[in-house]
Every structure is written in C-alpha cells, then in structure tokens.
C-alpha cells in the first residue's frame, strides 16, 4: 500500500500548498551529534506546462512533512539549487535546531542545573521548550559568546559526568528537547525476516586509545596511569595524557577516554521505513550471518520515501555516544 504524504509549503508572504504530488522522492535524517534534522526533495518545475501547479519554496519558507496524520518535520527552507538544465528545484530544509547553531549567546550561570539553562536560553530566543531530561545536577559556567547549542551540550556534558546518562539535543515539531538515551519500551528489534533488509559492518582500531597516563598541572606524571591490559596485549600501546584540572576528575576522565576509543564497530544497516527508528533512539540487533546480536544505539538515520517504496539506513553502534562540549569557562574564584 502506497504511503500518503503530506508536504505542506507555506512561503515568507503566505499561502499554504501541498507540494507532495510534486516530489519524485523525499529524503529525511539527523543524526546524534546534529541539532538539527534535516529534509530534502526535488520539487518539480516546468513553467511552460500550464497544468503544473506552480509552488513558490524560497530560502525562509516553512515546511511541514507528514506521514499519514503524523507530523514527521517541522522546519524551513535554507537552501535551494535550480538548473536551467533541470526540470527541478532541490531543496534543503532543516528543523529549529539550526537557531541553536547559529544564534550566540553570553551568559554566566551559577549553580544552575542543565534543564534550567536550556529553558532560560530558549525562552531568551523564542524558543518553545518541550519535555527536557532531569538531571538535578548544578553547573556554574561562564559562556562569552557562544552557540546556543554549545551551552546546552556544555551543562549536558558536565551533568553527564555526575549522572554517567548520555544526552542529547533535538527537536520535536516546534518544541526543543533534551533526551536522555536510553533503553525504552519503544525499543524495536531488527532481524531479517521481519525488518532488516541488509547490513554491513566494520571493525576498527583506528582510534584506539589503551592506556592514559595522568599528569599533575606541572607535567609530571601522577600515580600508575589507566590502562586495558588485553587491549595493550593484543593491539600494542596507544597511550594518550590527562592533565589534572580544577573541578574536574582526572581518573573518571582517563577512563572515559578508554571507553570512548575502545575498538570500534560501524554498522549500517537498511531495513523497511520506520519513523520511530531515528538517532538517539535504540534498537536490538538480531543478525546471525554476521554473528551480531545485541543493543544498538542509532546514531544517524536516513529516511527515504521513492517510487511508492519507504526505507531507512541506520549507522549502529554498540556504544552510547554523546556528542560532548566543553564551551565557555569555570568562573573566576
């Protein structure tokens, strides 16, 4: 059964049309370490075929994508490429997430929790706030001109080594979210058979990091360093420093920074077209060729609608990654 699309395009001066008629294919992401989701489409022009129905899509339209009665994107045009050799207009549109990154901003917080530096900034921008994930942890942090989007992931970050949750920033409709990533009752299972169409994966060590040795503020190391002796064992040493910081756990850091560059596993996988299957979501991976089971984070998406036929590629990985920031500075004692 053919999908119903909607794709509602309201330009800056007004006049609502629905322009999915007009799209060979519709083409929507994000991913983990992005604010913004993203939706792109080849919107169909022939101004010599009166039959046509001419739809206006400048840089600053608003674009709604509907699957069914469910809203999917939310967001404006930022981009548009025509060809005088092309019978359409590509189009780019991102969500809301897009002011995050482009909007700066010049704050000193103290003693403020992540939750209530992300309702203070947002509603500074006109930025509707929906639900944002409780952390309860108070961060005091100076922000000289930096991006929306760096202050938020900032006090995530620094709740993150409190809490150990993994956060991210995203938008639902016209509402700013903070999730925590985590296992959850939507969880779906991908198997083939039922959902996964194919998968590829590789392993590699290119980013490995084994031992790390911790350094006082003068340069010198300090105490044994944090080490993965059968990392070291089977891979040889890949050592990397951690200084010693005020207001920082240098140890909690060094094993952090094992964690973080351990072996890593791509995934990517294509299955049939799920909405719920978007970054920062998980699934369980069932896959006996290659011998992989277990849970997935996903850490980018990309959903295609073509020919009548709906399909999504995820990037997998079997670690919860964050995308950490580290903006702005402690305040003066």
């Given at each position: 059964m053919?999908e119903k699309l909607?794709?509602?395009i309201t330009p800056?001066?007004?006049g ?9 294919s ?9 604010a ?16 046509l129905?001419?739809v206006d899509c400048p840089?600053?339209?608003r674009?709604q994508f ?9 967001g404006?045009?930022?981009?548009r490429?025509r060809?005088?050799l092309?019978?359409t207009v590509e189009?780019?549109?991102?969500d809301?997430g897009l002011y995050l990154?482009?909007?700066q901003?010049?704050y ?9 530096i ?11 706030v929906?639900?944002l994930?409780?952390?309860?942890t ?7 001109g930096?991006s929306l989007?760096?202050i938020i992931?900032?006090a ?9 949750g ?9 509402a700013l979210?903070?999730i ?10 991908l198997?083939?058979g039922?959902?996964?169409i ?5 392993d590699s ?7 790390v040795?911790i ?6 190391a300090?105490?044994s360093p944090v ?14 420093m951690?200084t010693e910081r ?5 140890a909690a850091e ?21 909405p719920?299957?978007?970054a920062g ?5 069932q896959e ?6 277990g ?5 980018s998406?990309?959903?295609?609608w073509?020919?009548g ?6 990037v ?7 995308d950490e920031a580290?903006?702005g500075?402690l305040?003066?004692?």
């Amino acid at each position: 059964m053919e999908e119903k699309l909607k794709l509602l395009i309201t330009p800056p001066e007004g006049g609502t049309r629905d322009a999915a008629a007009l799209c060979r294919s519709v083409t929507w992401g994000g991913s983990y370490d992005q604010a913004a989701r993203t939706l792109d489409f080849p919107l169909l022009v022939c101004p010599e075929d009166k039959r046509l129905p001419a739809v206006d899509c400048p840089p600053g339209s608003r674009v709604q994508f509907y699957r069914g009665e469910t809203l999917l994107f939310d967001g404006f045009v930022f981009s548009r490429q025509r060809d005088t050799l092309s019978n359409t207009v590509e189009v780019s549109c991102a969500d809301r997430g897009l002011y995050l990154k482009r909007n700066q901003g010049a704050y000193r917080f103290r003693g403020q929790t992540p939750e209530g530096i992300t309702g203070r900034v947002a509603a500074d921008f006109g930025l509707t706030v929906g639900s944002l994930a409780r952390t309860g942890t108070a961060i005091s942090r100076n922000f000289p001109g930096v991006s929306l989007y760096q202050i938020i992931q900032t006090a995530y970050t620094q709740a993150s080594a409190a809490t150990g949750g993994r956060y991210m920033v995203r938008f639902r409709g016209e509402a700013l979210e903070v999730i925590e990533k985590k296992q959850g009752e939507r969880t779906l299972a991908l198997r083939p058979g039922s959902n996964l169409i194919s998968l590829t994966a590789t392993d590699s060590v290119e980013s490995l990091v084994n031992r790390v040795q911790i350094l006082s503020r003068d340069g010198t190391a300090k105490g044994s360093p944090v080490e993965d002796g059968a990392s070291i064992a089977r891979y040889g040493l890949f050592q990397q420093m951690v200084t010693e910081r005020s207001g920082k756990d240098a140890a909690a850091e060094a094993r952090k920074l094992l964690e973080d560059n351990a072996p890593a596993q791509k995934i990517t996988a294509q299955v049939r077209g799920n909405p719920a299957l978007i970054a920062g979501e998980c699934a369980v991976l069932q896959e006996p060729v290659t011998g992989l089971y277990g849970l997935c984070w996903i850490d980018s998406d990309t959903h295609t609608w073509k020919g009548g036929v709906y399909t999504t590629k995820l990037v997998l990985n079997f670690r919860n990654l964050m995308d950490e920031a580290e903006a702005g500075k402690l305040p003066d004692a």
